[in-house]
């Protein structure tokens, strides 16, 4: 005779609930819809600031960014349209959120986040005067990563470029758009850091770090006089130079940190090769090539795999991934003007002088040498593991 498997007090039910479908937010797509998916569509729409459809009532929703923890709290007075939408959704679906939400790989978030439809980021609040992260869920609104390339000028022949590795440009150009609210400058129609007046930049300040959390996987800045020298011909071809500076970036120093850049400079790799690039002309090099060298250069010739490069055609106005990115290197050349490091954010990677020493030693170059730099920095997502 069998032994009879005990059923706990509860579970038939929470059994059922996870696996009933559910009819109230119907997507006028779908004849049935799961809570999950109204899970999914709820925090899409909060973020967009769209309208959302739920038990017949159609809701216009603010844009927000979306707690798991305001699926199930309490709402006595609701002040906004998101806060009466949470009030009305059935008893029986908040109880399936706080119950389904945080289970691990079965969960709500955890599966939303393996099949791609939510992402989870996490970030201090004012309100708690930043002593404690909160943590938010947000839509994946770009089907696949890009990298986007631009720069920014300093004084003078200063420049600093950005490399950014976008996990979701599109999710960054729309908190830049409906969260913080930035206008685009006219003809054409796009984010240009350098036409924002005084009180978009300020709120760009404000809100660099969540909008790195939000778009990006990493950024890689540059800050340096030598790209843009009048003379730049008499040291070497400019790709040399590109491909020379960019390689400085992960070679020389200690041991230990050597190996530590190394990996660095793989994850990179990884997080560019075969995937679409979106480059400003702003390097003395045409955009196809500048894309061609940063490939085959991260590669370490060839050392991490084959370098396969995508440059995408298309202009600034055209790209959201280069929008992004001139808001963040423009941001970033700002901050350095103001304090001369370019964020609190980032970090120092500190650039293999010996790179430079061999760029000069031509005796047309050794004449222009002086006062010559480059200073490198980096960001990356927490989430990212580089060992």
Not at 98 to 117: A, F, L, T, V
Not at 168 to 179: N, S
Not at 196 to 214: P, T
Not at 216 to 235: E, F, P, S
């Amino acid at each position: 005779m069998r032994p009879h498997n005990k059923v706990k007090k509860g579970e038939k039910e929470n059994e059922a609930i996870r696996n009933k479908p559910y009819l109230g937010g119907e997507n006028p797509k779908m004849h049935q819809t799961t809570r999950r998916d109204i899970f999914y569509g709820i925090i899409h729409a909060a973020y967009c600031g769209e309208s959302y459809s739920y038990s017949d009532n159609s809701y216009d929703l603010k844009p927000r960014l979306v707690e798991p923890r305001d699926f199930y709290r309490k709402i006595e007075r609701p002040s906004d349209t998101f806060e009466q939408l949470m009030t009305e959704l059935d008893p029986a679906f908040k109880t399936a959120a706080k119950n389904e939400m945080y289970r691990s790989e079965k969960g709500w978030i955890d599966q939303g986040i393996q099949q791609n439809k939510i992402r989870r980021i996490s970030f201090p609040m004012e309100e708690d005067a930043g002593k404690k992260e909160r943590m938010f869920l947000i839509p994946v609104l770009s089907p696949q990563p890009t990298v986007g390339i631009d720069s920014s000028g300093i004084v003078d022949n200063e420049y600093l470029y950005a490399f950014c590795f976008f996990e979701d440009a599109i999710a960054g150009y729309t908190y830049l758009e409906k969260h913080i609210g930035i206008r685009k400058s006219h003809s054409p129609s796009e984010f240009k850091y350098g036409k924002l007046e005084l009180r978009d930049e300020i709120l760009i300040q404000k809100y660099l770090s969540i909008l790195l959390k939000i778009s990006c996987r990493a950024v890689l800045l540059l800050d340096t006089d030598i790209l843009n020298m009048k003379k730049l011909k008499k040291i070497d071809k400019p790709r040399n130079i590109f491909t020379m500076i960019l390689d400085g970036c992960f070679t020389g120093g200690r041991p230990e940190r050597t190996v530590w850049r190394n990996k660095f400079r793989k994850k990179l790799y990884n997080f560019a090769n075969s995937v679409k690039i979106h480059c400003d002309d702003d390097f003395g090099l045409t955009p196809q090539k500048v894309v061609n060298k940063f490939i085959r250069t991260l590669s370490n010739n060839g050392e991490f795999g084959v370098p396969e490069p995508i440059y995408v055609i298309l202009e600034s106005h055209e790209s959201k991934p280069i929008q992004v990115a001139d808001i963040i290197v423009g941001a970033c050349r700002r901050f350095f003007q103001q304090t001369g490091s370019p964020h609190s954010s980032f970090s120092d990677l500190c650039f293999d002088d010996k790179k430079l020493a061999r760029l000069f030693k031509r005796k047309k170059a050794k004449k222009i040498q002086k006062g010559s730099y480059v200073a490198a920095h980096y960001w990356i997502s927490q989430k990212i593991n580089i060992d």
